[in-house]
């Protein structure tokens, strides 16, 4: 079965950096599009920022555009969450995600999405 890897989080002052990574588990994976949820305690899972199968296609939620970068390397079949200027809000459990439809398009939605990592937690403390 599939399943996707998340790593990098950890606790950070506000203002500081993190990078995530997501692994995915096999080459197959480059033909998908992928995406970045997170998730608060008590608050629902939202969109972060997505990226298109052929890696020319960015998609981000207003809250993280200009900080965060969303990148695939493909020769390693993982996804990146470059993480900049950093707020205490953005703290929560970052989710990759990858919409596994040969061909598929960008999407918002978390019903879109049918392969999951884990999750890993990012503090950013004030």
């Known amino acids: 079965q599939v399943q996707l890897v998340e790593s990098g989080g950890g606790l950070v002052q506000a203002g500081g950096s993190l990078r995530l990574s997501c692994a995915a588990p096999t080459r197959t994976f480059n033909n998908y599009p992928m995406a970045w949820f997170r998730q608060a305690p008590g608050k629902d899972r939202e969109f972060v920022a997505g990226?298109?199968?052929?890696?020319?296609?960015?998609d981000y939620a207003d809250s993280v555009k200009g900080r965060f970068t969303i990148s695939r390397l493909n020769l390693n079949t993982t996804m990146y969450l470059q993480m900049n200027s950093l707020k205490p809000e953005d703290t929560a459990v970052y989710y990759c995600?990858?919409?596994?439809?040969?061909?598929?398009?960008?999407?918002?939605?978390?019903?879109?999405?049918?392969?999951w990592g884990q999750g890993t937690q990012v503090t950013v403390s004030s």
């Open positions: 995600a990858a919409r596994r439809i040969f061909g598929g398009s960008l999407a918002r939605a978390e019903g879109m999405y049918n392969a």
């Open positions: 990226i298109s199968r052929s890696d020319d296609i960015t």
